[in-house]
């Protein structure tokens, strides 16, 4: 069986909702990413995965994948016949690619990553003079869009979705760009999406507040 080392809330919850939307079962392993510590047998995190971050995903054989573009398309893949990305040599699958990139780079290690993890108030000040326009591209591309890609949910907005749920906690108002709010409430009202949500703010609620 799979297996994912996540934290609650962090953006390996985008690898839960693609596993959960996926229907693949997976053994999850809450990890302490602040202390590097595997929870359930208070292992050392950084035995697992040099990077010391999560998502790591072991697969069957043992070896571990980390990188969420990279533990995204893993997952998609394992259903072609869902479609949760597009197949390879299509165009649509490097769209898939640039908005992974995209969220990944300009939201996630852009913004949210500055603004959890930086104490340096000039860093987090220079993310923020950027992310008005880095969410005003994403806001231009989906208002006329249901998904990021294509007519069908994606592992681009597993990933989206996620990005756009945590800036709230970064005191970015997604409500200034009326089609990334209504993205986001579609989004979470899907089953699966809701349901990996609702899982993980659970677990955060039995943890120290950061
Ligand atoms: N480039 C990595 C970034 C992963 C990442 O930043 N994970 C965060 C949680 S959202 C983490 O585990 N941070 C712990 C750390 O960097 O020490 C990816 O896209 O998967």
Redesign the pocket.
């Known amino acids: 069986m799979l297996q994912l080392y996540f934290?609650p809330m962090?953006?390996s919850l985008a690898c839960r909702i693609a596993l959960m939307e996926a229907a693949v079962e997976a053994r999850y392993h809450l990890v302490d990413?602040f202390g590097k510590k595997v929870m359930e047998n208070d292992g050392d995190f950084w035995r697992v995965a040099p990077k010391?971050?999560?998502?790591v995903l072991v697969l069957e054989d043992g070896q571990t994948l980390?990188?969420?573009?990279a533990v995204l398309q893993y997952i998609a893949d394992l259903r072609p016949d869902l479609e949760l990305a597009p197949p390879a040599g299509h165009l649509h699958r490097y769209r898939l690619q640039e908005w992974l990139s995209f969220v990944?780079s300009e939201i996630?290690?852009g913004f949210l990553?500055p603004s959890f993890?930086y104490a340096n108030e000039a860093a987090k000040a220079s993310a923020r003079a950027r992310i008005g326009k880095t969410l005003s591209v994403a806001a231009a591309h989906l208002e006329n869009r249901s998904y990021v890609i294509g007519q069908r949910f994606t592992i681009a907005d597993a990933y989206l979705a996620w990005s756009l749920l945590l800036l709230e906690r970064c005191g970015v108002d997604v409500g200034e760009w009326p089609s990334l709010a209504a993205y986001l409430a579609r989004m979470q009202e899907r089953p699966k999406v809701k349901a990996a949500i609702e899982i993980e703010l659970q677990i955060r609620k039995t943890l120290p507040r950061r």
Do not use: D
């Open positions: 934290y962090a953006c990413i010391g971050a999560v998502p980390t990188e969420n573009a990944g996630h290690k990553f993890w």
